[in-house]
T-cell receptor
């Protein structure tokens, strides 16, 4: 149980393109979803937290107009990287959790490798 | 500032031995701590959660300890196998839901 599906798994596109990444919880309702970015040999860095039906909360230094997050349902959140540039190339990972208890584990998708040429 | 520090160097051990990974933290008062496994090109997979009032927790060949005085958690894999080779991440939260992760320790178990 607790499967999170992330799509696409990898994207290569030209600079200036907008890229949408989907994150779905397949067998549970995700009250909260998280988006992380991970550079090679670095830790996962939290970008934003989103709750279904409300605006995402972005971490300091993350541009909300560049990284658009939509959490329209309890099973789907999307991250759109607008006008992507080479410096946006990274490994983007989503996670989801159910319930209100903060001590419950997060369930992660398998990530999206984004390469901007 | 808040820090989560894990062994930066890769840990190489022989199959059958016990692997011990360390996680130290500063400027956190976590109610609990979590360990995840991450394989190359994949998302992290949850392994264990230990609460501040728990000294030790076990799951099959895994054991985690949590010392809030030392601000340290130790993660042990007994009877290690080549399939245990991966990066292991320590994670904790100051409050709320958001997890902060260490850089992880890469474990290589050789036959």
């Amino acid at each position: 149980g607790a499967v999170v599906s992330q799509h696409p798994s990898w994207v290569i596109c030209k600079s200036g393109t907008s890229v949408k990444i989907e994150c779905r919880s397949l067998d549970f309702q995700a009250t909260t979803m998280f988006w992380y970015r991970q550079f090679p040999k670095q830790s996962l860095m939290l970008m934003a937290t989103s709750n279904e039906g409300s605006k995402a909360t972005y971490e300091q230094g993350v541009e909300k107009d560049k990284f658009l997050i939509n959490h329209a349902s309890l099973t789907l959140s999307t991250l759109t990287v607008t006008s992507a540039h080479p410096e946006d190339s990274s490994f983007y990972i989503c996670s989801a959790k159910s319930g209100k208890n903060s001590n419950q584990p997060q369930h992660f998708g398998d990530g999206t490798r984004l390469s901007i040429l | 500032s808040q820090k989560i520090e894990q062994n930066s160097e890769a840990l190489n051990i022989q199959e059958g031995k016990t692997a011990t990974l360390t996680c130290n933290y500063t400027n956190y008062s976590p109610a609990y701590l979590q360990w995840y496994r991450q394989d190359p090109g994949r998302g992290p997979v949850f392994l264990l959660l230990i609460r501040e009032n728990e000294k030790e927790k076990r799951k099959e060949r895994l054991k985690v300890t949590f010392d809030t005085t030392l601000k340290q958690s130790l993660f042990h894999i007994t009877a290690s196998q080549p399939a245990d080779s991966a990066t292991y991440l320590c994670a904790l939260t100051n409050s709320g839901y958001a997890l902060n992760f260490g850089k992880g320790t890469s474990l290589l178990v050789t036959p």
